[in-house]
């Protein structure tokens, strides 16, 4: 897998096809135009240019609309900082009314930064466990409303003109998926978790309950060389896809796995919405094309992303509640040569933050730099707990540096690329203060002038240099496995500069006892298969004389 793009891509002009494709806004701009004019009683369409101050700041984020399951009056809406303008926002004089006259809300208070604001119904009990900003009257009506958000100079800044997501029999709220597209757009909301609750404006983090996360592992310590032979790994995978019933949404740098495009190709034969995101170099790269050319063919959409940096994901969400990610891409190297982990995630609330990102992609063809930090970063779940970041804009270094600078006990790792000196400087600076550190490199990327795997040996941490036949692919880390707070740091997320301000990446870390020893066990499993020659000695110049060898 590159770290360093072989060829620069370009993004096509907007008015142009990407790849053959016409690009979503072209085909949605037609839909807005209708959606605004059909708005009854409300002549959003005559209203004067507002300045940009005024647009975007604020959008109707979720809305309970249904209630819940303790009572049909429990509905609530939360409003959400779009982060376009910095500090926090003051609501007085802004209103939120509905078409009909109820609810008709007249708003006060602050919205924090990139926070949230939450409106109850009634009282306080609308959402357990979370303080209402602002208490309202009025109900909303099942078969919809139209709900205008105006500023304290009376000035548009969000719509909404109906329930286009959410579910009346199971109380799954409706969810913003699109900060920057109009309130009015169908694509902008989807359906949230069942009986859901709020984002949280008060800073709090609601529980969402128990969690169940699955690892897995490519077992290819002997493997001589890529293999058509199905692997643990990927049965498991044609499993989920196999399973899948409404959507299947793919962000893939590259793909050759003839059995993954098969079950895909047979998903959208009966009747899945299936959409991929992938790089535009992988698009066009020998392996990977004609599979691609396939998924085309039988008329799923392909989205290669355009962009200078790498679309560098791994993951899968399916029927938006099961996420699979991880470091292996869907290739016949990645599953049956190279040394990779993924991880099944049943959580309806964190497959919706992998679902923004997605359509981000997908839909607003925005991709590294140009996308926003628009997604949940933190989850409670019962006894588990995990932290959420995307590249480039939710800053996945600092999350990383500060979980490890929290190290108390032992650090495990096993990495693909690591050249970031900051990191290198945490680990070093927890290895002084007393914690086991210890780490196995891929060879190809240790030789590498940038990589830190020469200060953090010359310093004595212990470390080996792998002498597999394929990469050292994963990109983790165990962190306290048998101490009070175990973790674990997963994903595509190589620990470079490139994969920090450029690629297109997912970073999870996962606060769980279960979950830290299963990716131990696979640690411990590498090292014992890697021999004495391959241990870094801080006496030597370099690295192990292992790598001349390849």
Not at 101 to 121: M, Q, T, V
Not at 278 to 298: K, N, W
Not at 531 to 544: D, Q, R, S
């Amino acid at each position: 897998m590159p770290i360093q793009r072989r060829n620069s891509g370009s993004s096509a002009p907007a008015s142009q096809p990407v790849h053959g494709r016409p690009r979503w806004p072209a085909l949605l701009l037609p839909l807005l135009l209708i959606l605004l004019v059909a708005l009854p009683a409300v002549p959003l369409q005559a209203e004067p240019a507002a300045p940009e101050a005024a647009l975007r700041r604020v959008v109707i984020n979720e809305i309970a609309w249904m209630g819940s399951t303790a009572s049909a009056n429990a509905e609530w809406i939360e409003l959400r900082h779009t982060g376009k303008t910095k500090g926090a926002i003051s609501l007085n004089g802004w209103t939120l009314t509905a078409a009909d006259g109820s609810p008709n809300i007249a708003l006060s208070g602050l919205i924090p930064a990139k926070g949230h604001f939450l409106l109850e119904r009634i009282n306080d009990d609308a959402v357990p466990g979370v303080a209402a900003d602002l208490i309202y009257t009025g109900a909303l009506s099942n078969d919809g409303e139209t709900l205008i958000l105006r500023d304290e100079a009376g000035l548009l800044v969000d719509a909404v003109d109906g329930w286009y997501a959410g579910d009346l029999a199971s109380h799954a709220t409706m969810q913003r998926v699109a900060l920057d597209w109009p309130g009015t757009w169908p694509t902008s909301w989807q359906t949230g978790p069942s009986d859901g609750l709020p984002e949280n404006s008060a800073g709090q983090v609601p529980d969402f309950g128990a969690v169940s996360i699955t690892p897995y592992f490519t077992d290819n310590i002997a493997a001589g060389g890529p293999s058509p032979e199905p692997t643990a790994m990927e049965q498991a995978l044609l499993t989920l896809l196999n399973s899948a019933s409404d959507s299947i949404d793919t962000a893939m740098y590259g793909m050759d796995r003839a059995s993954v495009r098969d079950a895909l190709i047979a998903a959208h034969q009966r009747g899945v919405i299936v959409r991929l995101v992938c790089d535009d170099d992988a698009y066009t790269e020998a392996s990977y094309r004609p599979h691609f050319q396939a998924l085309e063919a039988a008329g799923i959409w392909v989205i290669p992303d355009g962009k200078p940096g790498i679309m560098h994901n791994k993951f899968f969400i399916v029927d938006k509640r099961w996420v699979w990610t991880g470091s292996t891409n869907a290739t016949d190297t990645d599953f049956s040569y190279n040394h990779n982990h993924s991880v099944l995630i049943d959580s309806p609330h964190l497959a919706l933050t992998y679902q923004a990102e997605f359509s981000e992609m997908f839909y607003g063809q925005r991709f590294g730099k140009d996308k926003e930090d628009n997604t949940t970063h933190f989850f409670r779940f019962a006894d588990q707990q995990v932290k959420s970041a995307f590249s480039p804009t939710d800053k996945p270094d600092e999350t990383l540096l500060a979980t490890v600078a929290a190290a108390q006990e032992s650090i495990r790792f096993a990495i693909f690329s690591f050249t970031s000196s900051k990191l290198a400087d945490v680990l070093l600076e927890r290895y002084q203060a007393g914690v086991e550190v210890a780490g196995l490199w891929d060879q190809l990327m240790a030789a590498s002038g940038y990589s830190q795997s020469r200060p953090l040996c010359r310093a004595g941490v212990p470390t080996k240099v792998e002498n597999f036949g394929g990469k050292l692919h994963h990109k983790m880390m165990v962190i306290d496995a048998d101490g009070d707070d175990p973790r674990v740091v997963l994903g595509s997320y190589n620990w470079t500069s490139s994969a920090t301000d450029q690629n297109d990446e997912n970073l999870l870390i996962v606060h769980s006892r279960p979950l830290a020893q299963a990716f131990l066990a696979e640690w411990h499993k590498l090292d014992a298969a890697l021999g004495e020659e391959t241990v870094c000695h801080p006496t030597h110049v370099y690295l192990p004389a292992v790598l001349a060898g390849r």
